[in-house]
């Protein structure tokens, strides 16, 4: 199947150059007296890197040999990841690099998506929130539930997040995985 520029949504995924991309951004332009251009940006879903890119008005483009499955993350064992699929229950194994910045938020049972580029793991979808536990920040204090006032809390996999002044080590916060900012306390 193939996508032209009239296809362009954000979060389409096409095949240009030989690597997969993700359409971040798109807008049509129309100039006086020469072809209608797109002006995009472009996340390679392989390095990440985004990018700026014009395109004529219909260029043809292919869908890229994207596969999505859906695993649950065991462990770490040395220098890689541990997920399982939960279809097949095979183990797959990715390194730190594959993993990127999913990193900060991958706990033990975690259910993610990985994405997979003509067989091999290009990257980690997370869920939108995730729930981890406070390990380490200053006590709370009676009163302090208003305002705007944060202060830093360490999380069970190392991250550090401005919470709330109300928050206690040992509470269960749920962080946005898109800006990594807390949303609120869960249960």
């Known amino acids: 199947m ?12 096409i095949e240009w150059e030989g690597k997969p991309y993700e359409v971040l951004e798109f807008q049509h332009l129309k100039v006086a007296q020469s072809q209608a251009t797109v002006r995009t940006k472009l996340k390679d879903l392989i390095t990440g890197r985004v990018l700026e890119v014009n395109f004529r008005s219909g260029e043809r483009f292919e869908k890229p040999e994207l596969e999505e499955r859906e695993v649950q993350y065991l462990y770490k064992e040395g220098s890689n990841f541990v997920f399982m699929d939960l279809e097949d229950y095979d183990q797959i194994y990715l390194n730190q690099k594959e993993v990127g ?3 900060k938020f991958l706990k033990e049972n975690l259910t993610v998506s990985i994405l997979f580029y003509k067989g091999k793991a290009i990257g980690i979808e997370l869920p ?5 536990r406070v390990i380490e920040t200053e006590p709370g204090f009676k009163g302090d539930t208003v305002g705007s006032a944060t202060k830093p809390a360490k999380l069970e996999t190392g991250m550090v997040v401005q919470v709330p002044l109300f928050i206690n080590e040992g509470d269960v916060i749920r962080i946005d995985t898109r800006t990594g900012e807390y949303v609120e306390r869960a249960g």
Not at 128 to 132: A, S
Request: proline share 0%; aromatic share 10%.
């Open 2 to 13: 193939a996508y032209t520029t009239s296809d362009f949504r954000r979060g389409l995924k």
């Open 101 to 103: 910045e999913a990193i």
């Open 128 to 132: 939108k929130v995730v729930e981890l």
